[in-house]
């Protein structure tokens, strides 16, 4: 069945950078692109990138741009993004999706990975 | 890129009728048809409900309906039932391979 599973968040802090996994199975990894969304606690989501499945097409929200690398690596079935000079508005769940053909975000969605910014 | 319009809550008894609206703009609600609808119940990941404006997946109830006018889209949900108690986010495609939610509306089933 298909499965999507992020890492890599804890407690970091300030200035740093951090590197966030999704690793999928389940489904014809090559033919997906993918999202990443993020919630900080008791808000609401916010779109933060895609990357298509040619690994070429990226784009990133506006609000974090410059900070954030997407990439994906199709032997391992992974996804990874990247978030540089983190701050304490980072701090949220972070969640990958597949890309549906129009513009949704497919189920399921992963449980997530919490990124927590504190000195 | 601004957040979609929601109004932060709505409520209804069961058995009856809920609309939620998303306001966007005209460079996205207003020019894609590619809005879709999540429910969030507490701790748990997004689901899908909607995609599409009006397009449901498979295994989301019948009860669940999109439309789209304009700049708004909307989400119906009829008949409630005490499991449709959560939080409903909108999203939208808004052009340059970007993506934007709405703020999110709690439902609460009285």
């Known amino acids: 069945q298909v499965q999507l599973v992020e890492s890599g968040g804890g407690e970091v802090q300030p200035g740093t950078s951090l590197r966030l996994s999704c690793v999928a199975s389940g489904f014809n990894f090559r033919s997906y692109g993918f999202h990443w969304v993020r919630q900080a606690p008791g808000k609401g989501l916010e779109w933060v990138a895609v990357?298509?499945?040619?690994?070429?097409?990226?784009s990133y929200a506006d609000s974090m741009r410059g900070r954030l690398t997407v990439s994906r690596d199709n032997s391992k079935g992974t996804v990874f993004l990247q978030l540089s000079s983190v701050r304490a508005e980072d701090t949220a769940r972070y969640y990958c999706a597949r890309d549906g053909t129009a513009w949704e975000l497919l189920p399921p969605w992963g449980p997530g990975t919490m990124v927590t910014v504190a000195s | 890129q601004s957040a979609l319009t929601q109004p932060p809550s709505a409520s209804g008894s069961p058995g009856q009728s809920v609309t939620i609206s998303c306001t966007g703009t005209s460079s996205d609600i207003g020019t894609y048809n590619y809005v879709s609808w999540y429910q969030q119940h507490p701790g748990k990941a997004p689901k899908l409900m909607i995609f599409a404006v009006t397009e449901r997946p498979s295994g989301v109830p019948d009860r669940f309906s999109g439309f789209k006018s304009g700049n708004t889209a909307s989400l119906t949900v009829s008949g409630l039932q005490a499991e449709d108690e959560a939080d409903y986010f909108c999203s939208s495609y808004a052009g340059n391979s970007k993506g934007v939610f709405g703020g999110g509306t709690k439902l609460t089933v009285l």
């Open positions: 990357i298509l499945p040619d690994g070429i097409t990226k």
